[in-house]
């Protein structure tokens, strides 16, 4: 089922400090880079710390709003690094019941505490670094839903899709991206049953809209083991999987993160 996620490596060598920096993946919006090579460096993103594992591991995030130039410093060094821009799709979705478009007063308070709940799953800053081995498909089947596309939601835009939706039958797997451990297991107004896994450095991955959960919090999981079956629960208008890949409180893209 799994496959590990081709390591192309166009590194953007530091020339200082003497050891340079590698990682994998292209600095665009939406981007999440797992970088090596920087054991006891000290590390900054656009002035906020990054934690590097005793090996070396590390990872960097642009948000799909990220501006064209990120500032990362290293041992106190800034260094520039070019954020290429990206198109972002508009998606219009019709046909959602009006209630789940525009929620009434205790629903929205509702949300607000999922919110807060997921924010506080959503930082935690682990020292694992599960992350490093890459990612690999949840779930088979046909994309139905691209990060960052503009949502038009019966006529009213909404916030963009910060996830990619594969859609299969009520019931197909839905494997862990990556080994990790479970933060969230619970059910959401928006996303319907949830899992939120923890991969370290405060690396997550995101599974809704799932029919039924196999794991429960706290729960270490392999990469490639079955954790839930897709489901239609939620703010769907069909069974999909919403798969999320956040680094903190920025969600990012996971089709790079994927073999191809
Ligand atoms: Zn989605």
């Known amino acids: 089922m799994r496959r590990r996620a081709a390591l192309a490596l166009p590194a953007l060598l530091l020339a200082r400090p003497a050891r340079a920096l590698q990682w994998r993946g292209t600095a665009t919006q939406g981007a999440l880079l797992i970088g090596q090579g920087a054991a006891g460096a000290r590390l900054a993103l656009d002035g906020q710390p990054v934690r590097v594992s ?121 494997h862990a991206a990556c080994a990790g451990r479970v933060t969230l297991a619970a059910e959401f107004h928006f996303f319907g049953r949830l899992l939120v896994l923890d991969h370290g ?20 999981v392999s990469a490639g083991e079955r954790i839930a079956a897709m489901g239609a629960t939620g703010r769907v208008t069909g069974p999909h999987l919403h798969f999320g890949v956040s680094w903190f409180r920025t969600f990012l893209d996971p089709q790079p993160l994927l073999p191809g």
């Open 54 to 174: 005793p090996e070396g591991y590390f990872v960097l995030g642009f948000g799909r709003d990220h501006g064209p130039r990120a500032t990362l410093a290293v041992n106190g060094s800034p260094q520039l690094i070019e954020v290429a821009p990206r198109h972002w799709d508009t998606q219009h979705i019709t046909g959602l019941p009006p209630a789940q478009v525009t929620p009434d007063a205790a629903t929205l308070e509702r949300i607000r505490v999922e919110r807060e709940r997921l924010a506080v799953v959503r930082g935690i800053d682990s020292a694992a670094t599960d992350f490093a081995s890459g990612f690999g498909w949840p779930a088979r089947g046909r994309i139905s839903g691209i990060y960052g596309s503009q949502r038009i939601l019966n006529g009213q835009p909404r916030q963009p899709h910060l996830a990619l939706d594969v859609a299969g039958p009520v019931g197909t797997p839905i």
């Open 201 to 220: 450095h405060g690396v997550n991955t995101l599974y809704a809209h799932l029919s039924a959960i196999d794991v429960r919090e706290g729960q270490r």
